[in-house]
């Protein structure tokens, strides 16, 4: 995890396109600014980057299923439950599977664990638009890549 | 057994906070009743679970952007309520063997 680029998955677990779900890692750093915040003497990762690691994880599942065509985006967070603490250092297992798939919208159901215990779940709805311009596509290619994307995911 | 301007007007009420007896088959969704995209998305979500289908928002919004359609030939409530009974009939017919 790099808070800093909102860089939140680090690697991707598994990817399943028949099943519609994905599983992704991300390591919570052990320094950052973020906790002298939050809080002082008593550093836990803020919920609202939770939603966001795991808004990011639907995001990879549907970039997958729409094969690299659309970028999805976070619209709402429909719920959302912090049910412990994150302190730095743990290492997160996020978990997303699509609950709907609508016209040009997802609704997905995301949580993370540790240590097979769930931190935190989230429905989430994402819009999801082709992709805007190159850039964007360039970067999410180079993404892809960093956090080991499956490409024979996007396979006939 | 309701109709299904009922049901959606059922649907756009609860979603959006907006008093029932408000809304009329004449009511246009974004011009009436003030419902944004986002509200939108919303009432579709809650559209395709009920009824079983998938709204083409995105089609329909196309067609628009395109000059091919007007707004109101999706989003006045009575037209809307006749595109869902098409998609319904639809889905039927695709079911069948």
Not at chain 1, 107 to 118: D, H, L, M, P, S
Request: proline share 6%; net charge negative; aromatic share 8%.
């Amino acid at each position: 995890m790099q808070f800093e680029y909102f860089q939140m998955i680090d690697r991707i677990l598994d990817l399943n396109m028949d099943e519609k779900t994905i599983t992704v890692e991300a390591q919570v750093p052990q320094h950052n600014t973020v906790f002298e915040g939050h809080f002082p003497g008593y550093p836990i990762m803020p919920g609202v980057l939770l939603i966001e690691t795991m808004a990011q994880c639907s995001g990879w599942l549907l970039v997958g299923l729409m094969k690299f065509e659309r970028m999805p985006f976070l619209a709402a967070v429909k719920e959302a439950k912090m049910r412990g603490f994150v302190p730095p250092g743990e290492l997160l297992t996020v978990h997303a599977s699509i609950h709907h798939e609508g016209s040009g919208y997802a609704i997905t159901e995301a949580k993370i664990t540790v240590g097979g215990k769930t931190r935190c779940n989230a429905t989430l709805m994402l819009s999801h638009i082709p992709f805007p311009n190159p850039d964007l596509r360039g970067h999410m290619d180079a993404v892809a890549k960093r956090i080991g994307f499956p490409q024979q995911a996007l396979l006939p | 057994m309701s109709t299904t301007f009922d049901q959606v007007a059922t649907i756009i009420a609860e979603t959006c906070d907006i008093p029932r007896d408000t809304i009329t088959p004449d009511s246009h969704a974004i011009d009436d009743l003030g419902i944004d995209s986002l509200d939108f998305l919303d009432i579709a979500f809650a559209i395709d679970k009920a009824f079983g289908i998938k709204l083409p928002l995105e089609k329909w919004t196309q067609e628009v952007n395109d000059g091919k359609a007007t707004t109101e030939q999706y989003f006045v409530l009575k037209n809307l309520c006749a595109r869902i009974d098409e998609l319904v009939a639809a889905k039927g017919a695709g079911a069948q063997p």
